[in-house]
Each structure stands twice: as C-alpha cells, then as structure tokens.
C-alpha cells in the first residue's frame, strides 16, 4: 500500500531486537537503537527504551499493534519454560516520544492498532519508545525461560 511501512520490533526475554528497513518515499520508517526491559522478574516493572526514526513530506501517524498469539501480552518460549507462565499477565506499553512529535502518551500494546505518535514535516527525525511492562508478584517467570512479542509500528 503506497505510503504505508511497516517495522517490526522483536521482544524477547526483556531485550528489544529490532528488524526492518526504510524506504525511500514521501514517508519512511526507520530502525534505531534496541531496548532492554529491566528487571525482568515478578514483582518489578521492567522498562527500556529504543528508537525509530521517521521522514515525511507531511502529516502522519504511528501505530502500534500485536497480531501474534499474545495480542499484547509477552508470550513464554518453548524451551526451558516448562512450568513457566504462558505469557505475562499485563500488557507491554509503549510511549513514542520526540521534540515535535504528539505523542498519544502510554498506551497498551493488543491485537488492534493503536496511535501511539502524529506529526507532520520531518526530515529525519529520532523518536523514543519507551516500554514497560508490570509484571505481578504472583507471576511465575522461570530462570532461562524466554518471552517474547512482536510489536509492528505503522506510519501512515
């Protein structure tokens, strides 16, 4: 669809691996830097942050969605897990930030797509996504045990 990119962000086991590329139009998104969440262990909140960049001849918007089996929610891995939780109780969030940018403030991560940022003429502009995750005492997160979710930002 003209105009419309796509990029995936990969979570997994608190560290944020990112994949994608940008392409040359009116309107492109781009991978900056990857994120760890930390302390990732019931109890805590684990947070990071990590980058996007984005370049546009006008008006735009960034969504956030989830359409993987945790719709939201990191997912357990299938090796050394057993015992393990399947996925985390709570929802991973994301606040995209930058100076220029509306940010839509934090917002939770699910099966549909939700705006996260706007904004308009941008000639390389570096944009923070700050996750977090709370993560409930009562959750059982095994040692070795990893978690992932794939979150796809589209700028439109």
Known sequence: ?????????????????LAGA?????LSLGVGTGATLSPF???????????????????WTLTAEDDGPGAGHMVKGAAGCTGSSAQTTNQLTVAVTALGVTSAG???IGATPVQVASGGLTAGLLMTTAYSLVIPSAQTLLTGCAYSETVTYTAQ
Do not use: Y
């Not at 105009?3 to 691996?17: C, E, I, K, P, S």
């Not at 940008?22 to 009116?26: D, E, F, L, N, V």
């Not at 262990?41 to 008006?59: D, E, F, H, K, Y």
């Open 1 to 17: 669809m003209p105009g419309r990119h796509r990029l995936a962000v990969v979570l997994v086991a608190g560290a944020v691996l």
């Open 106 to 108: 934090a917002k939770a």
């Open 41 to 59: 262990r019931p109890g805590q909140t684990a947070t990071g942050s990590g980058s996007l960049t984005i370049v546009s001849l006008g008006a």
């Open 22 to 26: 940008a392409r040359a139009s009116a």
